[in-house]
């Protein structure tokens, strides 16, 4: 067995390499390289994947997206863990061990993670150079029965019926399409709300205005870098490289969206960031002033009615308040929480200021 790791110019190479494509699986598929590598925040020497190997076949890997944290004056250099596998065959063998702490040393425990699955937590909260898990609060707004998709995760049981799941699904929004033709979505006439290609200076000046307010600032360098760079690729086509690939690399609905946010004198009220997929809202970037929240929450709510998503997650506080609080057509609301693991590197981090789509969020 071997361990390897790879900065952008190795990853490069690897990926273009004909040991990658005799792999019997692969660590990372191509696309998501592509934008590991172009990486505005990447450094040369930075190590973004570890891969271990028996011969031919990848037995375990862990991805670290680089970032930076500005706090007081200071910018800090962090890797978010990301795509972290280990094979079942090989899991007695504490290869999951040894691939973290290669991770941690590299990066001198200067690590985040968030997005993980609850069961991972005693494990990394067991490894001591953590602080207490932080949990950010959100909202979720259901406005179409989406049972085939949240339930099998959650139980085997769930998964083995999911043919019922999608047939209750479709029975069911039958109802909500008619309850969605018939709701009266709210009057923006005063509002222009624009998909933006490409961010221009005006843009670039109002986003660089509310970035302050986040650890993250990213500005349209980052933004437009995840726009051109997905991990995820619309449709249902696989390679024969990407079909050895354990996590997700194509979705059949995927696509994100810059829209700005006008007044009837045209002056910048908001500019957000938005990421559909599978029928599903998320909102990763936020940038608008606290009292023009709730038009971005009724343009949010007119969104979910014209495009008849099934749900909307958020995280931004502001914008969660706001959602819980204006006239909504969702027919279930929940809080729900998202996991933040900060090493004791950063004891000076307290709060979360994080946006939505910080770390590797914003990809899925």
């Known amino acids: 067995m071997e361990t390897k790791s790879y900065t952008k ?70 890797g978010w863990l990301t795509c972290f596998w280990v094979d079942d065959e090989y899991k007695s063998q504490n290869i999951a061990a040894s691939l973290f702490l290669r991770v941690i040393r590299a990066w001198k425990q200067q690590i985040l993670i968030t997005n993980i699955v609850p069961w991972l937590e005693p494990i990394y909260q067991k490894t001591k150079i953590f602080k207490p898990t932080v949990y950010k609060e959100g909202f979720r707004g259901y406005l179409r029965s989406n049972l085939a998709e949240i339930l099998p995760p ?19 929004n039958l109802a909500f399409d008619l309850w969605i033709k018939l709701y009266r979505t709210y009057d923006l006439d005063n509002y222009r709300a624009e998909n933006i290609e490409n961010i221009d200076k005006q843009d670039s000046d109002f986003i660089d205005l509310h970035k302050v307010n986040y650890w993250s600032q990213r500005s349209k360098t980052e933004l ?11 449709g249902t086509e696989k390679d024969s490289a990407n079909s050895r690939y354990y996590f997700s690399a194509f979705s059949e609905n995927f696509y994100n ?14 500019i957000i960031f938005l990421t559909i997929k599978d029928n599903n809202l998320n909102v990763p970037f936020v940038f608008v002033d606290k009292k023009n929240i709730d038009v971005i929450s009724m343009f949010l709510t007119n969104k979910m009615l014209e495009l008849k998503l099934n749900m909307i997650t958020v995280f931004n506080y502001e914008l969660s308040v706001s959602l819980n609080k204006i006239k909504t057509p969702f027919y279930f609301k929940k809080t729900i929480k998202k996991p933040y693991f900060i090493t004791k590197k950063f004891d000076f981090l307290e709060d979360l200021y994080f946006q939505d789509g910080d770390g590797d969020c914003v990809f899925y």
Request: aromatic residues 12%.
């Open 9 to 78: 110019a190795q990853l490069e190479e690897f990926i273009c390499s004909e040991q990658f494509n005799n792999l019997i699986n692969i660590p990372i598929s191509k696309h998501r390289a592509i934008s590991q590598i172009n990486n505005p925040r990447a450094s040369d020497e930075d190590i973004l994947l570890v891969v271990s190997f028996d011969e031919n076949k990848v037995i375990g890997y862990l991805g670290i997206l680089p970032d930076y944290i500005f706090f007081n004056d200071k910018t800090e250099k962090v």
């Open 154 to 172: 959650k139980k085997k049981i769930f998964a083995r019926i999911s043919p019922f799941l999608k047939f209750i699904d479709l029975s069911v």
């Open 224 to 234: 437009d870098w995840i726009t051109k760079y997905p991990w995820l690729i619309k």
């Open 257 to 270: 969206q810059k829209i700005k946010i006008t007044d009837i004198d045209n002056n910048i009220i908001g």
